[in-house]
């Protein structure tokens, strides 16, 4: 009994993962962010963005990797999101082209 609760458990959590399309993309910004305000700004922000899940801007690669549901929000809309806030946000790298850069030697 013990060891169907668990099994159901996990079920029910991989059921979750698959029905959230999760992926990752890595943006840099224009204006450049320049100090902590700017990770703050960007952080506290783009968390109220539809479908996005994670936010973690590097001040030192000067990139924002966000983890979204591709299923409510893209990558677009997210480039939309920071444009409210005043950065013009272009994306560098992107889960779906992983496979792409994995073929080069
Ligand atoms: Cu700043």
Redesign the pocket.
């Known amino acids: 009994m013990k060891k169907l609760t668990i099994f159901l458990a996990m079920a029910a959590v991989a059921a979750t993962a698959l029905a959230a399309d999760l992926k990752t993309a890595v943006f840099t910004v224009d204006p450049p962010?320049?100090?902590?305000?700017?990770?703050t700004?960007i952080k506290t922000n783009m968390r109220f963005e539809r479908g996005v899940k994670a936010i973690d801007p590097s001040l030192k690669d000067q990139t924002v990797t966000i983890k979204y549901d591709a299923e409510k929000t893209s990558e677009d809309k997210i480039a939309e999101g920071f444009k409210k806030i005043g950065y013009r946000a272009t994306t560098v790298k992107a889960d779906n082209k992983a496979g792409n850069a994995a073929d080069k030697n």
Do not use: D
């Open positions: 962010m320049t100090c902590n305000n700017c990770v700004r």
